[in-house]
């Protein structure tokens, strides 16, 4: 298994069709937290087969003045 880096359209599309789908994970809430000064990263887990077997995201934000 590996972890790869997603777009919104793939990430969407994995978070779409997942029975434990949440608001908190989609590309629209990536956005809205955007404007809040987050980053936000998009990754998946993909197998030996290149199937995705989980997708995440990722928000960060530097708190710290450094």
């Known amino acids: ?23 908190y994970q989609s590309s629209c809430y990536g956005q809205l937290m955007q404007k809040h000064g987050f980053k936000v990263h998009y990754i998946g887990l993909i197998d030996d087969d290149e199937i995705m077997r989980a997708a995440s995201l990722i928000l960060y934000k530097n708190f710290f003045k450094v």
């Open 1 to 23: 298994m590996k972890i790869i880096t997603l777009t919104e359209e793939k990430f969407d599309e994995y978070a779409r069709n997942h029975e434990y789908k949440s608001s």
